[in-house]
């Protein structure tokens, strides 16, 4: 392939953020194009039918399922509240009687002679879509939700777990390359999302969530802490519905890995200012990042959608494997011919100049490109 | 339309889209070429042909063609314009998701299983009448997942009604939407007891997009999959693939309906078993996905673990297998936690490649995992009919076994295949060799061979329309032919004989727990005897000898003394020299 490396992630002063949000069925639409909405407002609503509860009626009486309907209290289309007869048998000239009752409340959809079953269907339960972010609707999807816009900050993290969230910023580390430690997190967390160094302790996590923070940002986590604050392990890379207490973000990767000073930088910048995010990631069939969004109505610097840049001479880049992982560096060269790499694979590769000084032949798989 | 002399063939995958180049060049079909590029399924291009159009953009540079014009592919053959013939595979955006269901889920319920995964499905849920759940964590579990099609099967014709009426009820009651497609009906398959045809009828038409087929189950000792199958690969085509982005203009580009990938690879598999007259075991490793194909007894069986893969399910390999099993294969001594954040980041990293040998040796050594779960999985699905009565003979009355047992027998297996990605571009091809030899364990005398380039999904679909030309670049430029292994089984003391192999002229003698690789190249045959020592097989029984040719390859003859099941010491710096001896035997380097 002519593009062999991995694009970088955003992070960006300034970018116009759309957010699409639709309903998982179509629902009725509650806003119109140009309604300024905040993260908590309600955009579009649908109903979910509700689940049809089978009852084993003939079963229950005791009768063939054939014979059913002579039996039947209710019929098709009926509305009956939990508890009412549905059907009704006698034997012994009425000395016996046997009854089946509607487990649930809800409307009777089927009687089937077949099988002898009823099939109640209970009433269907909302689900609505919020905006999620602070913006303006800019397009309507009929029936389905909305589009949001908002220009502000946007932070992609690597990998998250959580769903969507809103707090205010509050850096709690002393710098990019920091671990972070119970002792570090302050007593008014509340509402916060918590944004660390380079590492977190799973006490350090733990603590911030029962302190009230609804979001941690952190370069790094060991697997270890990841497994121990969601009680169990992550095989596929598809999160996002976790129930944890504080929506977890890491910008760098697992271990602890420093965070990118212009990530840093821009989160102190950003300390006060309230931020929607979300933890989902879903690095296979449509990629999904965990990110942090902070609408700014002021904002200067790097204005534009996120871009995605060409790898070229002078490109700073991050190399993101093993031996120099985490470790920045300006690409000096791409040459055209293929290389054998220590691993004996013969890949396209670059030559960098680290931040250290050392120059270094690396596959151009290995490195993502730091968008200026 | 005249012979084609030109064929361009495309798989769009997950990640990739690769395009071939064949040509028939002085009578013979070879391959010309190869390129690939992002598939563009995904947001922003939402259009998977502009994937296509790039990796054939590719292929055009190469062979100094031009093969497209303004509007898609250019037809016939002119010169050094255009194509005769282009086909193309799919498994992008996810492939294709099935929910399976039937009444008995050891009997006709894994029928329609075994029916799906040979059509290419990924299998989201197996429901049956009878696996414990209660209904109203069916309806739950149905409603919750958003399927491509649901295949109903159950009862054998004339028998059971009220448990099908049974299923239909509770997709009545679960209401499934279909995943791609807000207002579409969702593609059912009733595939059952005839006599229930009505009563499913009754119940389903109108609220499902109903099709009826040919009971996959039609009597307890038979089973039909094909009406099934074909029922699947038709919706995929009518439904899934119109659905899906740019799917609906690829498919006016192609000259045969857009196949699945593992549709496709299941008919190379299937071709290659026939026209080589072996039994065959193939496995396909992805990042996501490892699916595993055979051909054992002439039946042919597909199963795909979803979530053992190389990036994306890495981590799923790791939860599945434990790194205890991951680190045996290392020939140093691991710190497990390192290994633990090393596999997150390629999960969260995937198209990260190994720089450093360490690195590539956890790598493989996470394969060799991937593929020794995905073939228990398959072992477990690839069997005979679940209780079908069998007249048993006084000889069968002393074996214990029973129905059911599975078909995959590797002693009886004469070839093993390996694509994907971590087995065709190992560095070395002995890395590929002794990758499948530690996951499969094959016994007796077998060949191994890699796909070179991972061209089995479109000679798969190509083999649809012309066998020939299929089978061609499939012998020539498909298989790298890695060699023979020689592995009795049995096991013994170290140091005692397993076994002595005798060709031109020459005896070799293998010890217990040694492995040798000898010379013996591509294209090159020798006649040999294999002796068992006393207690060991290698084919004929214990202790018996087995006569055969010797297939040669890039690696060689390979004598595998290690036993079966191999035996792996429990001591680490024991277990780590006997990876680095294997190591040094098949020329690997063993320090890192």
């Known amino acids: 392939m002519a593009t062999a490396y991995t694009p970088g992630l955003t992070v960006s002063r300034s970018v116009l953020v759309r957010k699409t949000r639709r309903l998982p069925l179509p629902g009725e639409v509650l806003v119109d194009v140009g309604a300024k909405v905040e993260p908590q407002d309600v955009l579009a609503r649908a109903e979910l039918p509700g689940i049809m509860r089978t009852v084993r009626a003939a079963e229950l009486l005791g009768q063939e399922p054939?014979?059913?309907?002579?039996?039947?209290?209710?019929?098709e289309g009926d509305q009956v509240e939990k508890g009412d007869v549905l059907c009704r048998s006698t034997s012994f000239f009425g000395l016996f009687k046997n009854e089946c009752r509607a487990p649930v409340s809800g409307r009777v959809e089927?009687?089937?002679?077949?099988?002898?079953?009823?099939?109640?269907?209970?009433?269907?339960?909302?689900?609505?879509?919020?905006?999620?972010?602070?913006?303006?609707?800019?397009?309507?999807?009929?029936?389905?939700?909305?589009?949001?816009?908002?220009?502000?900050?946007?932070?992609?993290?690597?990998?998250?777990?959580?769903?969507?969230?809103?707090?205010?910023?509050?850096?709690?580390?002393?710098?990019?390359?920091?671990?972070?430690?119970?002792?570090?997190?302050?007593?008014?967390?509340?509402?916060?999302?918590?944004?660390?160094?380079?590492?977190?302790?799973?006490?350090?996590?733990?603590?911030?969530?029962?302190?009230?923070?609804?979001?941690?940002?952190?370069?790094?986590?060991?697997?270890?802490?990841?497994?121990?604050?969601?009680?169990?392990?992550?095989?596929?890379?598809?999160?996002?519905?976790?129930?944890?207490p504080a929506t977890l973000i890491l910008t760098e990767g697992f271990g602890s890995l420093r965070m990118a000073d212009r990530t840093w930088e821009l989160f102190t910048e950003l300390e006060g200012e309230t931020a929607s995010i979300n933890g989902a990631t879903q690095i296979r069939a449509g990629v999904i990042r965990p990110e942090v969004i902070v609408p700014r109505d002021t904002a200067a610097g790097d204005a534009g959608t996120p871009g995605r840049g060409m790898l070229e001479v002078g490109s700073t880049i991050r190399i993101i494997r093993e031996p120099n992982f985490g470790v920045l560096g300006e690409v000096v060269e791409l040459p055209a011919q293929l290389q054998t790499v220590p691993?004996?694979?013969?890949?396209?590769?670059?030559?960098?100049?680290?931040?250290?000084?050392?120059?270094?032949?690396?596959?151009?798989?290995?490195?993502?490109?730091i968008e200026k | 339309?005249?012979?084609?002399?030109?064929?361009?063939?495309?798989?769009?995958?997950?990640?990739?889209?690769?395009?071939?180049?064949?040509?028939?060049?002085?009578?013979?079909?070879?391959?010309?070429?190869?390129?690939?590029?992002?598939?563009?399924?995904?947001?922003?291009?939402?259009?998977?042909?502009?994937?296509?159009?790039?990796?054939?953009?590719?292929?055009?540079?190469?062979?100094?063609?031009?093969?497209?014009?303004?509007?898609?592919?250019?037809?016939?053959?002119?010169?050094?314009?255009?194509?005769?013939?282009?086909?193309?595979?799919?498994?992008?955006?996810?492939?294709?998701?099935?929910?399976?269901?039937?009444?008995?889920?050891?009997?006709?319920?894994?029928?329609?299983?075994?029916?799906?995964?040979?059509?290419?499905?990924?299998?989201?849920?197996?429901?049956?009448?009878?696996?414990?759940?209660?209904?109203?964590?069916?309806?739950?579990?149905?409603?919750?997942?958003?399927?491509?099609?649901?295949?109903?099967?159950?009862?054998?014709?004339?028998?059971?009604?009220?448990?099908?009426?049974?299923?239909?009820?509770?997709?009545?009651?679960?209401?499934?939407?279909?995943?791609?497609?807000?207002?579409?009906?969702?593609?059912?398959?009733?595939?059952?007891?005839?006599?229930?045809?009505?009563?499913?009828?009754?119940?389903?038409?109108?609220?499902?997009?109903?099709?009826?087929?040919?009971?996959?189950?039609?009597?307890?000792?038979?089973?039909?999959?094909y009406p099934a199958r074909e029922a699947i690969h038709e919706l995929f085509l009518q439904h899934v693939m119109q659905q899906a982005p740019g799917y609906s203009k690829l498919s006016t580009w192609t000259d045969a309906g857009i196949m699945s990938t593992p549709n496709a690879v299941g008919k190379m598999v299937q071709t290659a078993a026939e026209q080589l007259g072996v039994q065959v075991l193939a496995v396909d490793i992805g990042g996501a996905t490892t699916d595993v194909f055979s051909v054992f007894q002439g039946i042919y069986n597909r199963t795909v673990s979803?979530?053992?893969?190389?990036?994306?399910?890495?981590?799923?390999?790791?939860?599945?297998?434990?790194?205890?099993?991951i680190v045996r294969w290392l020939p140093f001594e691991a710190d497990r936690w390192s290994i633990r954040n090393r596999l997150r980041n390629k999960m969260i990293r995937p198209t990260t490649i190994p720089e450093t040998l360490e690195d590539l040796m956890v790598e493989q050594a996470v394969a060799r995992e991937a593929l020794r779960l995905a073939f228990e999985h398959h072992k477990m699905l690839a069997r005979g009919l679940m209780g079908v009565q069998q007249t048993r003979t006084v000889g069968d009355m002393l074996s214990q076994a029973q129905t059911g047992a599975t078909l995959v027998d590797m002693m009886r297996c004469d070839l093993i295949i390996g694509s994907g990605g971590v087995l065709s571009h190992a560095p070395r091809r002995a890395e590929a060799a002794l990758m499948m030899l530690d996951a499969y364990q094959p016994e007796g005398i077998t060949r191994l061979a890699v796909d070179s380039i991972f061209m089995m999904p479109q000679l798969g679909v190509l083999s649809t329309l012309q066998p020939e030309a299929a089978t061609a670049v499939f012998q020539r430029?498909?298989?790298?032919?890695?060699?023979?292994?020689?592995?009795?089984?049995?096991?013994?003391?170290?140091?005692?004989?397993?076994?002595?192999?005798?060709?031109?002229?020459?005896?070799?003698?293998?010890?217990?727990?040694?492995?040798?690789?000898?010379?013996?190249?591509?294209?090159?045959?020798?006649?040999?005897?294999?002796?068992?020592?006393?207690?060991?097989?290698?084919?004929?029984?214990?202790?018996?000898?087995?006569?055969?040719?010797?297939?040669?390859?890039?690696?060689?003859?390979?004598?595998?003394?290690?036993?079966?099941?191999?035996?792996?010491?429990?001591?680490?710096?024991?277990?780590?020299?006997?990876?680095?001896?294997?190591?040094?035997?098949?020329?690997?380097?063993?320090e890192v």
């Open chain 1, 343 to 369: 691993s004996g694979a013969t890949v396209r590769v670059l030559i960098a100049r680290l931040s250290d000084g050392r120059v270094v032949t690396v596959p151009r798989a290995n490195v993502e490109l």
């Open chain 2, 306 to 325: 979803a979530n053992l893969g190389m990036s994306y399910s890495i981590c799923n390999v790791l939860a599945e297998a434990g790194i205890e099993n």
């Open chain 1, 66 to 75: 054939h014979d059913l309907p002579q039996y039947l209290l209710v019929k």
């Open chain 1, 110 to 244: 089927m009687i089937n002679p077949v099988s002898g079953n009823i099939g109640i269907r209970e009433a269907p339960s909302p689900v609505e879509v919020t905006a999620y972010i602070r913006g303006t609707v800019t397009e309507i999807l009929p029936r389905e939700g909305a589009v949001v816009e908002t220009r502000g900050a946007l932070i992609q993290g690597i990998f998250g777990v959580g769903g969507e969230r809103c707090g205010r910023i509050r850096v709690v580390a002393a710098g990019p390359d920091r671990n972070v430690t119970p002792d570090d997190i302050p007593d008014d967390v509340a509402g916060c999302v918590v944004v660390g160094g380079a590492g977190a302790s799973l006490d350090a996590i733990r603590a911030a969530a029962e302190k009230g923070a609804v979001g941690f940002v952190v370069g790094g986590v060991v697997d270890e802490d990841l497994i121990g604050y969601l009680g169990h392990d992550i095989g596929v890379a598809i999160t996002g519905q976790e129930p944890v």
């Open chain 2, 477 to 590: 430029d498909c298989l790298i032919r890695l060699g023979t292994v020689v592995a009795p089984a049995g096991t013994g003391k170290p140091g005692s004989q397993v076994c002595t192999v005798s060709f031109g002229g020459r005896t070799e003698s293998v010890e217990f727990g040694e492995v040798r690789v000898l010379p013996l190249g591509e294209g090159e045959t020798v006649e040999a005897e294999v002796v068992p020592a006393k207690g060991w097989d290698a084919g004929a029984g214990r202790g018996k000898a087995v006569r055969g040719t010797l297939e040669g390859g890039v690696v060689g003859l390979i004598l595998d003394g290690r036993g079966r099941p191999m035996v792996i010491p429990a001591e680490p710096a024991e277990r780590a020299a006997l990876m680095r001896r294997t190591r040094q035997a098949f020329g690997l380097p063993e």
């Open chain 2, 1 to 225: 339309m005249s012979e084609p002399t030109r064929i361009l063939a495309t798989d769009c995958g997950s990640t990739t889209t690769k395009a071939i180049l064949i040509e028939k060049r002085d009578g013979e079909w070879r391959l010309i070429c190869r390129g690939e590029a992002p598939t563009t399924v995904e947001a922003p291009y939402d259009d998977v042909t502009v994937g296509v159009t790039n990796a054939v953009r590719e292929v055009e540079e190469l062979a100094g063609l031009t093969l497209m014009g303004e509007n898609g592919l250019l037809h016939p053959a002119d010169g050094a314009r255009g194509v005769d013939l282009y086909l193309s595979t799919s498994s992008a955006g996810g492939g294709l998701q099935m929910t399976v269901a039937g009444v008995v889920k050891a009997m006709s319920a894994e029928s329609a299983e075994r029916a799906a995964l040979g059509a290419g499905a990924i299998i989201m849920d197996v429901i049956a009448v009878d696996d414990g759940r209660r209904d109203w964590q069916k309806i739950e579990r149905i409603r919750s997942l958003r399927p491509d099609m649901v295949l109903v099967s159950g009862g054998t014709d004339g028998g059971t009604v009220s448990h099908l009426v049974d299923i239909a009820e509770m997709l009545v009651a679960a209401d499934p939407k279909p995943r791609l497609g807000g207002n579409m009906k969702l593609p059912v398959i009733y595939a059952g007891n005839r006599d229930a045809r009505d009563a499913v009828r009754q119940l389903l038409d109108g609220r499902v997009d109903l099709r009826i087929t040919e009971n996959l189950r039609p009597q307890l000792d038979r089973e039909d999959l």
